[in-house]
């Protein structure tokens, strides 16, 4: 009885590893093999960074960075980028047709978190850009990037 005992937890402890060797393994090359590519004739309009918990760690090598970029190419459409040193966000792009140019001004980026709150706590941290984008005044182009979205993805994954 003891000996299958010991099979058993032996066979569980395995199955432990290989899922947390294929979930690192999922995790990595996401980030390694996918770069978007800016076009070199695109025009930077506007970039914002923010650290949802710069104030809550002690190592700066575990501080997190979230960017937006937005860029104007020549024929007038937009470019939106996204990106993280998170593990948890790989890197994201859409673009708005348009047929004006835009300035910093035009470009609105809200950071909330998942609650909706623009206020931080340790467990409420920021991770979600509302990026907007308005021709004289009027919003022509309202899209809101998930930061978080895989890490919720993955904990509802874990639970069912």
């Known amino acids: 009885m003891k000996h299958k005992i010991k ?3 032996l066979a569980v402890l395995i199955a432990a590893l290989c899922n947390c060797m294929l979930l690192i393994g999922m ?9 978007i590519q800016i076009p070199k004739t695109a025009k930077l309009i506007c970039e914002e ?9 002690t190592d700066e090598k575990d501080l ?19 990106e993280s040193n998170s593990l948890l966000f790989d890197e994201a792009q859409y673009i708005v047709t348009c047929d ?18 623009t206020e931080t706590s340790e467990s409420d941290e920021l991770g979600l850009a509302h990026v907007s984008i308005s021709e004289d005044g009027k ?22």
Not at 27 to 35: D, F, I, L, R, V
Not at 70 to 81: A, G, R, S
Not at 142 to 160: L, M, N, P, Q
């Open 49 to 57: 960074t923010v650290s949802p918990n710069k104030e809550y760690i």
């Open 139 to 160: 919003v022509f182009s309202e899209k809101t990037i998930s930061f978080v979205a895989k890490a919720a993805k993955a904990i509802t994954d874990v639970i069912g």
């Open 100 to 117: 004006h140019e835009i300035t910093a001004d035009d470009v609105t980026i809200k950071w909330t978190t998942l609650m909706g709150s």
């Open 7 to 9: 099979i058993f937890l």
């Open 64 to 82: 997190v960075n979230y960017t937006v970029r937005v860029y104007q190419e020549k024929n007038q459409d937009i470019l939106v980028y996204a």
């Open 27 to 35: 995790t990595n090359s996401g980030k390694k093999n996918k770069k």
